[in-house]
């Protein structure tokens, strides 16, 4: 076997030592999943997203899909410190979930297109997030028990993804904001992002009533959640309604963040390419 380099041993310590030391463990947390995933529509609550994307985060991305999905387990205390609620509130939001999060659904959908002039209805594949979960009354957690089918979006993903840490949105307090997050994150090497309004609808779970009313999107969906990123995680956000005509036909985002450096990714193979397609 090989004998490792200087700075490849200095390299592998401060990775291990981010990923076991408590007092950087909230710093230490990844979240990984293919685009298509981030694309997708979640369909999750604000505190069923805090719980799912928590229990992403101890996932391994780079071991292989296992033929017998994982399971996660959140308790009480860490769900609390990571989110800064007080324990009430974690117990009160880990028993709903139990309650509900079997039943959300991912709606995964491709990008809008036409042929011949007029649009094609894009195909959609429905899955869940968990096959089973588990609440333990008294004893304050749960264990999530993946969908095997979403395993390929969360494991084994070399190319084709989204990352970013878990730190960047446990003050957010809206669900736009952490989707917005996650739809710009996956265009962090470029710069900019652009997704036709049907798209950015799906994906941000617009209802009926706003995707018929782009002055509603633009009020209760972009501009809040644009605000809080820019004011609770460092970016700076410009965006432009792209116009056919009278009408919105795309949304273009131009964005930078400015707020820190973040932390190796004690999980990321340093020979994977951090890609971006449209699907």
Same mark, same amino acid.
């Given at each position: ?27 230490g947390?990844?979240?990984?999943m ?17 719980i ?15 033929l ?5 387990k ?11 609620v007080?324990?009430?509130?974690a117990y009160d ?6 309650k ?10 491709e990008?809008?297109?036409?042929r011949?002039g ?5 195909p959609? +594949?429905?899955?869940?997030?968990? &096959?089973?979960? *588990? /609440? ?5 957690? !749960?264990?999530?028990h ?7 979006h969360?494991m ?20 736009h904001?952490?989707?917005?997050l996650?739809?710009? +994150?996956?265009?962090?090497?470029? &710069?900019?992002? *652009? /997704? ?5 609808? !799906?994906?941000?779970?617009a209802?009926?009533?706003?995707r ?8 209760k ?8 990123l820019?004011?609770?995680d460092?970016w700076q ?16 985002? *131009?964005?930078?963040r ?22």
């Amino acid at each position: 076997m090989a004998r490792m380099t200087k700075a490849e041993l200095k390299k592998l310590e401060a990775m291990q030592y981010v990923a076991n030391d408590p007092k950087r463990q909230n710093e230490g947390h990844w979240i990984t999943m293919s685009n298509a995933l981030t694309r997708a529509g979640h369909a999750l609550t604000l505190a069923e997203k805090r719980i799912v994307m928590l229990s992403v985060s101890k996932l391994n991305p780079l071991k292989t899909t296992p033929l017998k999905p994982p399971c996660t387990k959140i308790t009480a205390t860490e769900y609390a410190e990571m989110f800064g609620v007080d324990m009430d509130t974690a117990y009160d939001q880990l028993q709903s979930a139990a309650k509900h999060l079997y039943n959300r659904s991912i709606m995964f959908y491709e990008p809008a297109h036409k042929r011949n002039g007029k649009p094609i209805t894009p195909p959609r +594949t429905v899955m869940r997030w968990v &096959g089973q979960i *588990e /609440y333990h009354q008294g004893e304050g957690w !749960v264990e999530l028990h993946w969908w095997p089918a979403l395993m390929m979006h969360l494991m084994g993903i070399k190319e084709s993804f989204t990352e970013y840490q878990l730190k960047q949105v446990t003050a957010l307090r809206s669900i736009h904001s952490w989707r917005l997050l996650e739809l710009l +994150t996956r265009f962090k090497s470029t &710069g900019w992002a *652009e /997704y036709t309004i049907e798209d950015f609808a !799906v994906s941000m779970e617009a209802t009926e009533k706003q995707r018929s009313d782009f002055a509603a999107i633009r009020r209760k969906i972009i501009e809040p959640a644009i605000k809080e990123l820019i004011e609770k995680d460092g970016w700076q956000i410009k965006w432009y309604p792209i116009k056919a005509g009278r009408k919105v036909k795309a949304i273009r985002f *131009e964005f930078t963040r400015s707020n820190g450096t973040a932390l190796p990714n004690p999980n990321r193979d340093p020979n994977t390419v951090d890609m971006f397609d449209e699907f």
